[in-house]
């Protein structure tokens, strides 16, 4: 296993150097004039007092939670759980200082064409995407490694075997705590300012966007790049890593002696192993002779599928054999199958993961059926706009549904729930690809804005306004696989919930002593209310965070009218707004309002357990825990696709319009138009994304219960 090990590692290290030689070559073009490095300067540092505040807040809460994880879970869990979080961090901090210079650079290169400027944007998204998946990889691989080689755990022995999977699925808790609220107090910063800003200037003072009198505008462009960038990078990462965790955890109960190691082995090299060919993928983004730009993009994906696809297969003879015979359960329950079969689960994953990314695609792009509706429907008003926005965020929730559906089927059907973990294993080996495309979304948004507040030449907003149509697409497209393999991902954590609840109980020991195992049989009235109480969590977690996006976006309404009544001067543009007043009223306000929410799902399953406990005795509180993890899995993955979803379908729905249909700006359509998307964007970029790392944080913290009422005995 050590030979395997450190090639796993390697790939990690590959993938970072990659970064940093992209990193390099960006930087080291033009920044454009003065005035144009003058607003990027403004950007950058709204941009990094933020995320130092965020992460300052963000620190006295894990320096809390690592004490407890330290003290009842062992020093091991408490390190996994500092090195995730730090990670974590790290993978959004730097992918935040890279795109914030980008911005500039995106706008320059867009002065010599099309395909300069999306050379620019997308290599500074891969920088993002090969830290993230370099980052979580190194975590993950390391701190096994560590355990293992370093501390010489045995996976061989039951107790270091147990010392081993807590430890990474501490790991996985602490790359969630920063997730979520990166996720939630970046959505609330950008969206607070893009919402505020846009009723002020867009609506009432008749400005366009990213006008330069709108005091506003700094901070959007700083909020594209906490929310869309440090956030998405954030939730990736976690996702990574947690089901990575998962997925080692099943194969430590599942399989045993030699097959133990190897199979705990085989998630981490997937990853490697797309890490070669994601960064291969990155140099098939060109632009061809149709100026199809987001064909450009897709060739770089289509590439790394193909070759994950190809790579696959030696990968999986090499360590587990195309004609070993594995087996996993007992008795009746047995589940047997071969490589080959694990082999058909990666193949199944990229394929769920091809089919979200269309899917997502069709509901949020210009040119198809459900943003041609939403703008159709803004012809005849606000109301109807708003009507056939949520319409379209409903259906849109349909078709990932069955994609789901059928994938989870097929992949249990031949390798039971660890062929789900393989498939979304492989699903997330293409994170790094994915990440691109997401951090490519705020870069052309900021180089528009630059190029806008800068007064470069039409030419040059026309580029970037072409790329910036794209990136709201890459954004929404992101969005859909990042909530579909969380949503699969946490299904994975509850199949290791179900597998350690088993493992405890059979124990008989301490805590568990006595104990049934838990049926999660509806015939149970706990069960039911597991169900229920779960079920309410994502709504509950998505109207507070949707109300601090109100409130945030309130305050900034009452700024700018202020500094509008106050410096009249601004109109006429001959006095600057106050940009830094407006930076600084969000930073307050996006870190005041995330810590709530944030809470809700680290202490929501905890507190259902006690009561269940209390109340019906042990039995019930693990049915209601288990049930209530059911729930959160199936409602949140219907309130993320839809939020994400229905808010990129009016966000293009307004854009759809801007490029002339429907009467272009100005007309009465484009204004019903700029309320849809005023809804719509705390939908796809606050409370939807958020939900992500909420759905798995509940299950995390089940996992890590259950270690700790094991521990106290």
């Known amino acids: 296993m050590q030979t395997q090990l450190i090639l796993v590692i390697a790939c990690g290290v590959l993938a970072l150097l990659y970064g940093l030689y992209t990193?390099?070559?960006?930087?080291?073009?033009?920044?454009?004039?003065?005035?144009?490095?003058?607003?990027?300067?403004?950007?950058?540092?709204?941009?990094?007092?933020?995320?130092?505040?965020?992460?300052?807040?963000?620190?006295?809460?894990?320096?809390?939670?690592?004490?407890?994880?330290?003290?009842?879970?062992?020093?091991?869990?408490?390190?996994?759980?500092?090195?995730?979080?730090?990670?974590?961090?790290?993978?959004?901090?730097?992918?935040?200082?890279?795109?914030?210079?980008?911005?500039?650079?995106?706008?320059?290169?867009?002065?010599?064409?099309?395909?300069?400027?999306?050379?620019?944007?997308?290599?500074?998204?891969?920088?993002t995407g090969m830290l993230v998946v370099g980052l979580g990889l190194l975590a993950v691989a390391g701190y096994f490694a560590f355990l293992t080689l370093g501390l010489g755990l045995d996976l061989a022995s039951p107790e270091q075997s147990r010392v081993i999977v807590d430890s990474l699925v501490g790991l996985g808790f602490g790359a969630s705590l920063i997730s979520i609220f990166a996720?939630?107090?970046?959505?609330?910063?950008?969206?607070?300012?893009?919402?505020?800003?846009?009723?002020?200037?867009?609506?009432?003072?008749?400005?366009?966007?990213?006008?330069p009198r709108n005091p506003a505008t700094i901070a959007d462009n700083v909020g594209d790049n906490v929310g869309d960038c440090a956030g998405m990078a954030a939730d990736l990462f976690e996702t990574f890593a947690v089901t990575t965790v998962a997925t080692m955890v099943l194969a430590s109960i599942y399989?045993?002696?030699?097959?133990?190691?190897?199979?705990?082995?085989y998630p981490l090299a997937i990853a490697g192993m797309s890490i070669i060919t994601s960064i291969?993928?990155?140099?098939?983004?060109?632009?061809?002779?149709?100026?199809?730009?987001?064909?450009?993009?897709?060739?770089?994906?289509?590439?790394?599928?193909?070759?994950?696809?190809?790579?696959?297969?030696?990968?999986?003879?090499?360590?587990?054999?195309?004609?070993?015979?594995?087996?996993i359960g007992d008795g009746a329950d047995t589940v047997s199958f071969t490589g080959m079969t694990l082999f058909e689960c990666g193949v199944v994953g990229l394929a769920v993961t091809g089919a979200l990314i269309w899917i997502t695609e069709y509901y949020t792009g210009t040119g198809f059926s459900p943003v041609k509706r939403i703008a159709q429907a803004s012809v005849t008003g606000h109301g109807t706009n708003v009507i056939q926005g949520l319409a379209v965020s409903m259906e849109a929730t349909a078709m990932p549904a069955i994609v789901i559906c059928a994938g989870i089927i097929l992949t249990y059907s031949m390798a039971g729930l660890f062929g789900i973990?393989?498939?979304?294993?492989?699903?997330?080996?293409?994170?790094?690809?994915?990440?691109?495309?997401?951090?490519?979304?705020?870069?052309?948004?900021?180089?528009?804005?630059?190029?806008?507040?800068?007064?470069?030449?039409?030419?040059?907003?026309?580029?970037?306004?072409?790329?910036?149509?794209?990136?709201?697409?890459?954004?929404?497209?992101?969005?859909?696989?990042?909530?579909?393999?969380?949503?699969?991902?946490?299904?994975?954590?509850?199949?290791?919930?179900?597998?350690?609840?088993?493992?405890?109980?059979?124990?008989?020991?301490?805590?568990?002593?006595?104990?049934?195992?838990?049926?999660?049989?509806?015939?149970?009235?706990?069960?039911?209310?597991?169900?229920?109480?779960?079920?309410?969590?994502?709504?509950?977690?998505?109207?507070?965070?949707?109300?601090?996006?109100?409130?945030?976006?309130?305050?900034?309404?009452?700024?700018?009218?202020?500094?509008?009544?106050?410096?009249?001067?601004?109109?006429?543009?001959?006095?600057?707004?106050?940009?830094?007043?407006?930076?600084?009223?969000?930073?307050?306000?996006?870190?005041?309002?995330?810590?709530?929410?944030?809470?809700?799902?680290?202490?929501?399953?905890?507190v259902l357990f006690i009561i269940a406990w209390l109340v019906a005795g042990k039995t019930a509180g693990f049915n209601a825990l288990g049930a209530s993890l059911m729930g959160v899995i199936v409602t949140g993955l219907y309130v993320a696709i839809s939020m994400t979803s229905g808010g990129g379908a009016w966000d293009n729905a307004k854009k759809f319009i801007e490029d002339g249909h429907h009467g272009g700006k100005g007309s009465d359509a484009h204004k019903a138009a700029v309320t849809g998307d005023t809804v719509g964007d705390p939908y796809k970029d606050t409370s939807g994304p958020a939900v992500n790392p909420m759905i798995k944080i509940t299950n995390i913290v089940a996992l890590l219960l259950l270690a700790t009422l094991a521990n106290l005995g």
């Open 255 to 265: 399989f045993s002696g030699d097959l133990k190691p190897v199979l705990m082995l």
């Open 183 to 211: 996720r939630l107090g970046g959505g609330i910063f950008t969206k607070g300012a893009d919402v505020g800003g846009d009723m002020v200037g867009k609506v009432e003072a008749g400005i366009p966007e990213d006008d």
């Open 280 to 327: 291969i993928g990155t140099f098939f983004v060109r632009l061809g002779a149709n100026n199809h730009i987001m064909g450009a993009l897709y060739k770089g994906v289509i590439v790394t599928v193909i070759l994950s696809l190809i790579g696959l297969w030696p990968l999986t003879d090499w360590l587990v054999g195309m004609s070993n015979t594995l087996s």
């Open 421 to 606: 973990a393989i498939a979304v294993s492989t699903m997330l080996s293409l994170a790094g690809m994915v990440v691109a495309l997401d951090a490519f979304g705020p870069v052309t948004d900021n180089a528009g804005g630059i190029a806008e507040m800068s007064g470069l030449e039409g030419d040059v907003r026309k580029t970037t306004d072409a790329l910036d149509a794209v990136g709201n697409t890459t954004k929404a497209v992101t969005k859909g696989y990042a909530i579909g393999s969380a949503g699969l991902g946490a299904l994975v954590l509850f199949a290791a919930y179900t597998q350690d609840l088993k493992y405890f109980t059979a124990q008989g020991t301490g805590f568990f002593a006595g104990i049934d195992l838990p049926s999660f049989s509806l015939a149970d009235p706990w069960v039911v209310v597991g169900l229920l109480y779960g079920g309410v969590l994502p709504f509950l977690f998505g109207g507070i965070s949707m109300t601090a996006v109100g409130r945030a976006a309130g305050a900034v309404v009452e700024e700018v009218r202020t500094q509008f009544r106050e410096m009249p001067g601004i109109m006429q543009g001959t006095e600057k707004p106050n940009y830094a007043r407006a930076v600084d009223l969000l930073t307050k306000a996006a870190i005041r309002e995330m810590v709530v929410p944030s809470l809700l799902p680290l202490f929501a399953p905890v």
């Open 23 to 127: 990193i390099r070559s960006v930087l080291s073009l033009s920044a454009g004039n003065a005035r144009m490095q003058e607003i990027a300067a403004a950007i950058q540092e709204g941009a990094r007092a933020y995320l130092n505040r965020q992460y300052t807040t963000i620190a006295v809460v894990g320096a809390v939670i690592f004490v407890l994880a330290s003290v009842f879970l062992g020093w091991q869990v408490g390190l996994g759980f500092l090195l995730g979080a730090a990670l974590s961090g790290a993978a959004g901090y730097v992918g935040m200082y890279v795109s914030v210079r980008a911005n500039v650079r995106t706008a320059e290169a867009a002065r010599s064409g099309l395909a300069a400027g999306l050379s620019v944007a997308f290599r500074s998204g891969a920088v």
